[in-house]
């Protein structure tokens, strides 16, 4: 009798010991399923972007009106931000420069720093963050209001009124925005060197340009 138990037992154990394996497999098809289901529908959405920005009907107004969302309103911030880079890196690093003797090479390291590193990347974030969070937000609401229906309802194509327009506005502008944070950036710097001294902009620009 306790044979016999023991035998249920065992067999019972194995049981669920294949139910158990049989849901593990299951879900990891389900997860990989999933996974190539979205990378394929990213890729599909990729080629739609590139097909609809060389379409004919281009949204030339949609995409100008992205381009001063994107461009004009964010040149405050991106005009601050620009300043106090330059100024702050300038004024933490001109005492170690002032121990060796090195302070003339300053404006030429401030302004490699902004335009090969501190720029570009920064001014990416701030945009990234203030432009990337305002599209998701507005898309977000079309979504949730059935406008992006109503737009498929009426023959307008969402991707390329909504998405190419955005995408296109963000590739034109944020490098504009970085050159304008880098020249703000020199300004800010040149700004910095004055709160110890006297160094016409003249000079502090012909500096930057030997070095």
């Known amino acids: 009798m306790r044979k016999f138990n023991s035998a249920i037992g065992v067999k019972e154990f ?7 394996l ?5 879900s990891q098809k389900n997860n990989a399923n999933r996974f190539f289901t979205n990378l394929s529908e990213v890729f599909l959405f990729i080629v739609n972007i590139f097909k609809e920005t060389f379409s004919r009907d281009f949204e030339f107004r949609e995409f100008f009106n992205q381009c001063f969302q994107m461009g004009l309103k964010s040149l405050p911030l991106v005009s601050i931000t620009g300043a106090i880079m330059g ?5 933490q690093s001109r005492p170690v420069l002032v121990d060796f003797g090195a302070v003339t090479m300053l404006p030429g390291m401030v302004t490699i720093s902004l335009i ?3 720029g570009p990347v920064i001014t990416a974030l701030i945009c990234a963050g203030k432009i990337g969070s305002g599209i998701g937000a507005e898309l977000g609401s079309m ?6 229906d109503a737009m498929e309802v009426s023959s307008t194509n969402p991707i390329r009124f909504l998405i190419v327009t955005r995408v296109l506005a963000a590739t034109l502008m ?3 925005l970085i050159l304008y944070a880098d020249a703000l950036g020199i300004l800010g710097s040149w700004a910095g060197v004055n709160l110890k001294g006297d160094v016409t902009f003249v000079l502090f620009f012909l500096k930057h340009l030997v070095r």
Request: cysteine-free.
């Open 14 to 20: 194995t049981t669920k010991q294949s139910i158990k």
């Open 22 to 26: 049989t849901e593990k497999s299951i």
């Open 87 to 91: 100024l702050v890196l300038t004024i």
């Open 116 to 118: 090969r590193e501190m």
């Open 143 to 148: 979504k949730v209001t059935e406008q992006i």
């Open 174 to 176: 944020i490098p504009l």
